[in-house]
């Protein structure tokens, strides 16, 4: 089985592992994400795009990976007011790194619907190869529900581009909460856009008083838009889910429940959120302790990854091919080695 992973990002070409956050990452996490810890830290960039474009080229289950960064927050005036130095890489530096290796990336373009060029650079970037679009609106403090972004949307309608929209938890970069609900998507879909709603909507700390239910496996203690999304992937032929970041506890809790839900498999697609560290032996999913073990054997960050989904979904399941649905040139995947 080969597949594409439609979620996975680039860093800041900036960036230097010196927060709290990526410390803890690079320490314990580098060496099962495929890369030297040591060279993450002398020359963090290289490294990382290095180990990464290698990771893809030898998995034995991703063919390709869309690559994207993160645009950076603006204020209503579409002027800058916070660029990540970890998180925010632009479209450029995305399209150097996919001409640099273009047999495993698959660009996609991130721009902020506040920039006062972005329609123009839909078509720029879209021109220069790039096949998909990601928000992190929650980071830029955008409602995409502002009827102002409705030139944006039908752009991306009329290119053909689908949109990955960040709905659920994120704890890598200061964000607003109040941006991440599934609430987030009904401008985009009413007007049409293809939409990708990332991480299922999983995540998020529900439960603040027993807080031992944020890892419950109960269904009665997951996210609420968890199971608006799988009714809404019912209802609306546009819209797709990403199982991006699943493998992070409070997600895995729900893989189970996950791979019942036969009704919409077929709009489910496959990705990993690369570098989101993620763990295999201490998690909240319900592997046996010689599955885990096993999975921790795999060197390459994409096939362990890979891996522990197959447990929940088969080989034969759609949501390895789904890609094929949203993306506007699918790449060929070959046959099985």
Request: charged residues 25%; hydrophobic residues 40%.
């Amino acid at each position: 089985m080969r597949t594409i992973d439609i979620h996975t990002h680039l860093l800041n070409p900036q960036v230097r592992f010196d927060r709290l956050f990526d410390r803890i990452s690079v320490r314990f996490f580098a060496r099962n994400l495929g890369a030297d810890p040591v060279q993450l830290m002398t020359r963090p960039f290289a490294a990382y795009v290095d180990s990464m474009a290698r990771a893809v080229a030898e998995s034995r289950f991703v063919e390709k990976a869309c690559l994207f960064g993160v645009d950076a927050r603006l204020d209503e005036q579409g002027r800058e007011i916070d660029r990540d130095k970890t998180v925010c890489a632009m479209t450029e530096d995305v399209l150097a790194v996919a001409a640099r290796y273009p047999d495993q990336f698959i660009p996609f373009f991130s721009i902020n619907p506040r920039r006062p060029d972005a329609l123009e650079l839909i078509d720029r970037y879209t021109e220069s190869g790039c096949v998909g679009a990601k928000f992190l609106q929650n980071y830029w403090g955008v409602d995409l529900n502002d009827e102002r972004f409705i030139p944006y949307y039908e752009k991306l309608k009329e290119r053909r581009i689908p949109l990955i929209i960040h709905i659920g938890s994120e704890y890598s970069i200061h964000s607003f909460a109040r941006f991440e609900r599934i609430e987030m998507l009904n401008l985009p879909l009413a007007t049409g856009v293809t939409v990708i709603a990332a991480h299922m909507g999983l995540g998020r700390i529900s439960h603040k008083l027993r807080v031992w239910k944020n890892l419950s496996k109960n269904p009665g203690c997951f996210d609420a838009d968890y199971f608006r999304l799988l009714e809404m992937l019912q209802t609306h032929p546009n819209l797709y889910g990403d199982v991006s970041a699943i493998l992070s506890p409070m997600r895995a809790r729900a893989l189970r429940h996950l791979s019942g839900q036969q009704a919409v498999h077929h709009k489910i697609l496959f990705g990993t959120d690369y570098p989101v560290p993620f763990l295999i032996r201490f998690n909240s999913y319900d592997l046996q302790t010689p599955t885990k073990k096993n999975l921790c054997a795999i060197r390459n960050p994409f096939d362990r990854y890979t891996a522990a989904l197959l447990n929940y979904f088969p080989e034969e399941s759609p949501i390895y091919r789904n890609y094929q649905k949203v993306l506007l040139q699918p790449q060929p995947v070959a046959s099985p080695g």
